[in-house]
């Protein structure tokens, strides 16, 4: 199976902060990467998938990169509703795994 | 509009079993695979197995595979995860999602407390 690391495992950052964060995947699965972003109580939201494209109706702040073994999200400017825990998922082959998640709280 | 709609949330004893559902609404069931995700409490995501409706192929993963029964009723638009005899480990939120290659649409949620 294909391991997902994701770090940090939890940060802090204001508002209008660039925020990123890294999944790193523990055999190369070309750029078969989604973002997920969940807030506490509700279901997980989608915000990229392959990588680097944007899921539709999420706003352009948020941008994914990375290819290989290696993938970024971004946040370039943190706002409120952006508080909330983000998960990278492999969608290269089965079992699909997701990373551990990171916590994004208010500093 | 593409809806996931579970069932309530269950308290069970230890031993006893379970199945929870998931219906589809809004796109053709039979088109896309249909995934179960667990979330223990305080904890990340985890992917447990897809089924495809249309013929009903499933693919679990390892640390699910044995644990848990993946199914789906057609004739209803509507996915099922099954336990035979719940562990307290089963303490859990459990997500249906519809899955085209990985997860989009989200359920809300059934909540497993055992």
């Known amino acids: 199976d294909i391991q997902m690391t994701q770090s940090p495992s939890s940060l802090s950052a204001s508002v209008g902060d660039r925020v990123t964060i890294t999944c790193r995947a523990s055999?190369?699965?070309?750029?078969?990467l989604a973002w997920y972003q969940q807030k506490p109580g509700k279901a997980p939201k989608r915000l990229i998938y392959a990588a680097s494209s944007l899921q539709s109706g999420v706003p352009s702040r948020f941008s994914g990169s990375g290819s290989g073994t290696e993938f970024t999200l971004t946040i370039s400017s943190l706002q409120p509703e952006d508080f909330a825990t983000y998960y990278c998922l492999h969608h290269n082959s089965y079992p699909r795994t997701f990373g551990g998640g990171t916590k994004v709280e208010i500093k | 509009e593409v809806q996931l709609v579970q069932s309530g949330a269950e308290v069970k004893k230890p031993g006893e079993s379970l199945k929870i559902s998931c219906k589809a609404s809004g796109y053709r069931f039979t088109s896309y695979w249909i995934a179960w995700v667990r979330q223990m409490p305080g904890k990340g995501l985890e992917w447990m197995g897809i089924i495809y409706p249309g013929d009903s192929d499933t693919r679990y993963s390892p640390s699910f595979q044995g644990q848990v029964t993946i199914s789906a009723d057609k004739s209803i638009s509507t996915a099922y995860l099954q336990w035979s005899s719940l562990k307290a480990s089963d303490t859990a939120m459990y997500y249906c999602?519809?899955?085209?290659?990985?997860?989009?649409?989200w359920g809300q949620g059934t909540l497993v407390t055992v």
């Open positions: 055999q190369g699965i070309r750029n078969d």
């Open positions: 999602a519809r899955h085209p290659g990985l997860p989009d649409y």
